[in-house]
């Protein structure tokens, strides 16, 4: 499972000597994608999510996906409606061929009110774990995440920053996570994540069990 960090590739070369360094990418964004071409050339993966965090910003999305390279690219997040699944599919509709265009893997965000594989539109190359706590923890999305491996999709888990959460993470078969704690706390964080990663542990009780 990879760790990808919304930080410049200059610092993310820093860790090349830790210990799980291989599991180490980068997650570029409207606000943050300069060097790009410099993460291609040495091999790291890369993502792109929107930033919708905070609302869709149409004109910043649209010149990073200019902007944006085919090589090592896992997904590029389709503008999404932070707890709303059916705003986001609505927004789907709308932006997916722009990725589609550029022959970068569209990524669909999971938010609250998707309940099964069926209801992510058929052309998702990707499935960005989204929406509220409880619905990323719950027993249906356990499903969608299972049901999109079970198909080939590249999944990714949003907001994952605790050893539990990494933990469930990986019980589930997740290719990548993230979260913004390893870009603000990066000598902190990055380090015990990459081991933990690196060594592939987890505990099957934690499907069941899971705090934040």
């Known amino acids: ?10 610092t993310l070369a820093s860790y090349a000597t830790l210990e799980g ?28 999510d ?11 999305y649209s010149k990073m996906l200019r902007a944006l390279p085919g090589d090592g690219c896992l997904f590029v997040t389709v503008p999404d409606v932070v707890g709303d ?3 986001t599919v609505r927004l789907w509709h709308r932006w997916a061929q ?4 550029k022959g970068l893997p ?10 099964t594989f069926a209801q992510i539109p058929s052309d998702a190359d990707a499935v960005f774990v989204g929406g509220t706590t409880v619905y990323k923890l719950s027993h249906e999305t356990q499903q969608i995440i299972q049901d999109a491996k079970s198909r080939g999709l590249w999944v990714h888990m949003g907001r994952v920053s605790s050893r539990r959460r990494i933990m469930y993470a990986q019980s ?4 990548s996570i993230d979260s913004s704690a390893f870009a603000l706390w990066s000598d902190r964080d990055i380090p015990w994540a990459l081991r933990m990663l690196s060594s592939g542990v ?10 934040a």
């Open 106 to 115: 569209a990524a669909f965000v999971l938010q609250d009110g998707c309940r």
């Open 50 to 60: 929107n930033d919708c965090f905070q609302g869709l910003q149409p004109a910043a």
């Open 202 to 211: 987890y505990q099957q009780s934690l499907l069941s069990e899971v705090s």
């Open 1 to 10: 499972m990879l760790l990808l960090v919304t930080k410049a590739e200059g």
């Open 98 to 101: 722009a990725v589609k265009a």
């Open 172 to 175: 589930l078969g997740v290719d």
């Open 21 to 48: 360094a291989e599991n180490l990418g980068r997650l570029v964004q409207p606000r943050h994608y300069d060097n790009l071409t410099t993460t291609v050339a040495v091999g790291r993966p890369w993502a792109a």
């Open 85 to 87: 699944h059916r705003a």
